[in-house]
Structures are given as C-alpha cells and as structure tokens.
C-alpha cells in the first residue's frame, strides 16, 4: 500500500539541518549544488535535537541489536537499522532499500602475518548490492530525492557511483542520469548502469571534468545530484563504521584505513566516529588514514605541502580508476577528520596496490584495485612506526574484486610487469591460466608441476 504524507512540505519538522562546514551557516533547506549560500563551501548533516536529548548509548545498542530479528525492510537494512542517527523519515515506507549494508567483517591472518602486526581486519563494502559501498549512502539519499519530489536523479561518476545511483533510482521509481569520463571506467561497472536503465553519457574528458559539468546541471535543470557533495550520502555511508564498532562488539580498533579520491567516504567514516563518541557509543577515536594512489595523490599533496590549508589539485592517472580523481571535492572534511582522529595519509605506487591486490585475493576474499591501497598503504604506515606491531587494523574494503577484472587477468597474466625487482616480487602471487590439449595426461602432468 503507498503512503500518503500528512506533513506539508515545508512546514515538515526535521530533525537535522544543514551546516556550512567553513562559515558555520545554519539552515533548513539546501540549494541544488549543496553549497552554502554565503561562502559557497560544502554543507554536512547535524542534529540539533541531539543537544537538549542526548541518545542514550545503551539504549542504542539494544535496539540496534533487536532490530536484527525483525523483518521489516528498514529493519533488514544495514543502513536504515541505525536510523536513530540519521535523518528522520516520515514514514518508514519512504525508504527505498535494496538491503545494503550488513557487510562481513573478516580477519586476514596472511595479510597480518605479511604486515607484521597481531590482528587486521577486512570491512568488505565490496559485499553490498551493486558491490560498492556506494550502496550505504545511496540508499539514504535517493529515499530523500524521492521524498523532496525529483524525477530524475544524476552524478558523474568513475563507475561506482553509476552503478549505485542507477540502481536505487530504478528500484525507487525514478530516471537516472550518468556522466563518465569515456574509455576510463570498467566495463563490469558500466555493464551495470545501463542494465539498471540510466542515460549512461560517455564524455570526452576524466571524472573531474565530469563533476564540473554535473555542478553547472543541476543549477539550470530539476535534477538531483547524487555525488558525495551531497550530505545524505555521507549519512549513510557513516553506518559502515556503526556497524564495523558493533562486530568488534564495540571494542575500538587503533586504526581504520581507507582508500581516498573524492574523500567522501573518509569523511563520512570520520563523522561517524566523532558522533559515537559524542553519543558514548566508544570512549575513545580510533586513528583515521587516508591512502592514495601516487597518481592521484592530491590529499597527501594538499597536507604535505600546503599543511591542509588550501588543496593542491593534480592530473590524476592511475589503474585503480575508483580513485583516479585530481580535484577532490571533500578534501576540508577529510583534512579535518585525519587532524581530528590523528590519522595519516600516505601514497602507494601501482606495483604496491597490485601486489596488495593479490595478497588480499589469495586469503580468498578480493576486492578491486582501489580497495587494495589499504594492504599497500598500511605496509608503510608499519615501516614508518606510524602502525605499532601491538595494534588492530581494520581496512576498510571499498569494492568488490568482479568490478575490474581486466586489472586482476592483467596482473596474472605479467602484463603489468615493471622492474626485474617487481617481477620478481610478483611471481609467486601471479596464477595465469593454462593452455592445454584436452588429454588426462596433460592435466595430471600439470597437477604435478604445482605439487
Ligand atoms: C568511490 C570509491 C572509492 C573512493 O571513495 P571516495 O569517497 O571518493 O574517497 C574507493 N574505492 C571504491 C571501490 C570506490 O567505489
Ligand atoms: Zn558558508
């Protein structure tokens, strides 16, 4: 049965308003491109009520547990679930919901054993519905694209994205618009926004070229933005850290590491953290760190040489194309959390992250390449003696291994060789294929090869 709003628009009491991250401006209701009306900086979500009633942390945790017995699609949701910290709908029937979330969390004792520290752990958001973790704020902010009445939806996107936004506009109801940089995204991803029916256009430019225009769109036409500019997103994307601190049955890990491009989901991952401590959900902040491909290294740019005070923008190539972003657009949130958090940024090159790649692989898990900067990255974080060899990791697994296959045959088969060195280094992770006659000879021969 559909549901007929009683509220007005308008006169609707929200629970959340909008605040301008620079100039602190508060409002209820946010123009198109999200930015803030006087200084034209990005907006993110706060809860006022939250000052006078505070929620109760204990209370929290038990409904969130009780919720896992119920059958309710907001319920089955692991978004939706944590609902006590997200925007309030009007009624639960809004919610469009593909049931994301409810990712597993997984050890990797190889990987632990190859980084040298006692416990890491794998967050895969490469398990969601579209095989990103694009899913956990998707589903949050078509729901309120829908509810604020758009019929159409649109974001640009390096593949993800896409796939994500198609998919919840199809199963709400609503048309999809998809800008992506042509040749530079990979056919799993793009096979997907056009099975879920977008208006899928190629442009002849990279992903920040696409952003850019996406920004002018949505100024002259009544289409909803759906890129991590928009703050619903974060909101939803905040529940991967709610539910990584309730499998760890809210035992703080020391870090939390995470692949950055447009910096969207470290800081929706460090909002989250900094409102479970506010609510008393965790008593203390886990270290937030940011990896980058070398290629596309404009965050640990903008920190190291310009001391987080102004982003240094750069032409961004990398294999890992869900992070091949130059010009990231949630560069202050991200800055803010790592200071806030005490976290690290660091890059890796395209042999570490393939290398990574393999070694997350071969724990029989996968992931796609830009996940894998993670393993890359917290390698060094250990040799630098940022990571201590007494501490708990968690990586945060962004996408799911069937997104690029291109990369992984690629890397199997030697075609990313570089250095003698790398070669090397490679050799015992790569497993091509093998050619062979159709003869019980030939396959028991190679059976013994590999014994
Ligand atoms: C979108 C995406 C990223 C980058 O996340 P940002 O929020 O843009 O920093 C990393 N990995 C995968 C698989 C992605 O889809
Ligand atoms: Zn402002």
Redesign the pocket.
């Known amino acids: 049965m559909s549901s007929v709003s009683t509220s007005t628009p308008g006169l609707r009491q929200e629970n959340f308003r909008f605040r301008c991250i620079a100039c602190g401006d508060l409002s209820d209701a946010a123009s198109q491109d999200f930015r803030c009306g006087h200084c034209g900086d990005l907006l993110e979500i706060t809860y006022p009520t939250w000052k006078e009633t505070k929620p109760d942390a204990a209370k929290l945790k038990s409904t969130w547990q009780k919720r896992r017995l119920s059958s309710s699609p907001v319920d089955l949701s692991g978004v939706w679930r944590y609902r006590d910290l997200l925007p309030a709908l009007d009624d639960e029937q809004q919610v469009i919901t593909l049931r994301e979330g409810n990712t597993p969390l997984y050890e990797l004792p190889r990987c632990a054993r190859i980084t040298d520290v006692p416990r890491l752990f794998a967050k895969h958001?490469?398990m969601n519905p579209t095989g990103?973790?694009?899913d956990a704020g998707m589903t949050v902010a078509a729901t309120f694209a829908r509810r604020a009445g758009f019929r159409w939806v649109a974001c640009a996107s390096?593949?993800?994205?896409s796939a994500s936004m198609a998919a919840y506009a199809a199963r709400g109801g609503m048309r999809s618009l998809v800008l992506v940089p042509e040749g530079k995204i990979s056919w799993s991803k793009l096979s997907q926004a056009l099975d879920y029916g977008a208006v899928t256009c190629q442009l002849r430019t990279d992903f920040d070229g696409c952003l850019k225009l996406l920004q002018e769109l949505v100024r002259k036409a009544p289409v909803y933005q759906l890129n991590?500019i928009n703050p619903f997103r974060l909101e939803g994307?905040k529940t991967l850290a709610i539910e990584l601190l309730e499998q760890l049955d809210w035992q703080v890990p020391d870090h939390i590491i995470?692949?950055?491009?447009?910096?969207?989901?470290?800081?929706?991952i460090g909002k989250a953290l900094l409102e479970m401590r506010e609510l008393k959900l965790i008593s203390r902040l886990p270290k937030l760190s940011?990896i980058q491909a070398e290629g596309a290294n404009a965050l640990v740019r903008t920190l190291r040489e310009a001391g987080g005070k102004r982003l240094i923008s750069v032409p961004a190539e990398t294999r890992?194309t869900?992070?091949r972003?130059g010009n990231?657009a949630?560069w202050k949130k991200?800055a803010h959390v790592l200071e806030t958090t005490g976290g690290a940024c660091e890059q890796v090159s395209e042999f570490e992250i393939a290398q990574a790649k393999a070694e997350i692989g071969a724990e029989g898990i996968g992931?796609?390449p830009?996940?894998a900067v993670t393993l890359a990255g917290l390698k060094k974080l250990v040799k630098q003696g940022f990571v201590k060899r007494d501490e708990t990791v968690v990586l945060v697994?962004?996408?799911?291994l069937l997104?690029d296959p291109e990369f992984t045959i690629g890397f199997h088969r030697g075609d990313m060789s570089g250095s003698i060195q790398e070669a090397e280094a490679a050799a015992p992770l790569r497993h091509p294929p093998i050619v062979l006659d159709a003869s019980l000879d030939a396959v028991m021969r190679t059976l013994e090869r590999f014994n």
């Open positions: 958001q490469g990103s973790f694009k390096t593949g993800n994205t991590s994307q995470v692949p950055g491009g447009n910096l969207g989901n470290s800081s929706a940011v890992a869900a992070i972003i990231p949630s991200a992931c796609e830009a996940s697994l962004t996408g799911n997104k």
